[in-house]
């Protein structure tokens, strides 16, 4: 069990995530690190989008649309995301009836989408991790590779060694 407020990192991660200082806690194993939210932003800082833990795996999908934004998604409740952006900042494109992806106005930045008609389960953002302030918060997850173009299955994964690529 991780202590309160505090999760288990792979060692690298570790390391990395608090400055290259090693923390080693009760000489386990385990080295332990304060958990910290992530935060997004697009390139013009007007959009930014809060979360409150690392997410456990993103996604790359090759749907008509995934692919042409290049993003790499990561999926939370809408209840445990953070979004600011000032009035009229936001600009919203309708995939079909489903979904919204909304972009900035000002630098073009895709930053999330969600669906139109929000019931229950599908309460939940698809956050783009492409706008990451820190890449490397990803190093070492597993990205999951979706084949939404054609079979709508998992077609594999790998896991991201060089997070900003
Ligand atoms: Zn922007």
Redo the contacts with the bound molecule.
């Keep these: 069990m991780a202590p309160a407020g505090m999760e288990a990192l792979p060692l690298g991660q570790a390391v990395r995530a608090s400055g290259g200082h090693l923390l080693d806690v009760c000489g386990q194993p385990t080295v332990w690190k304060a958990v910290r939210m992530l935060r997004t ?7 930014s989008v809060e979360v409150m833990r690392r997410p456990a795996q993103i996604t790359e999908c090759n749907c008509s649309i995934c692919r042409r934004y290049g993003a790499r998604w990561a999926y939370y409740p809408r209840s445990s995301t953070k979004i600011a952006a000032p009035a009229g ?1 936001r600009a919203e494109y309708a995939r079909g009836e489903d979904l919204h992806f909304d972009h ?6 895709v930053v999330l989408y969600k669906p139109i008609v929000s019931t229950g389960d599908s309460d939940r953002l698809g956050i783009n991790m492409r706008l990451l302030e820190d890449p490397d918060a990803l190093a070492g997850i597993k990205v999951r590779r979706f084949d939404g173009a054609r079979s709508w299955k998992v077609a594999g994964s790998r896991i991201l060694k060089q997070p900003g690529w």
């Design positions: 932003s697009c390139h013009c800082g007007a959009i900042a900035c106005r000002r630098c073009g930045c």
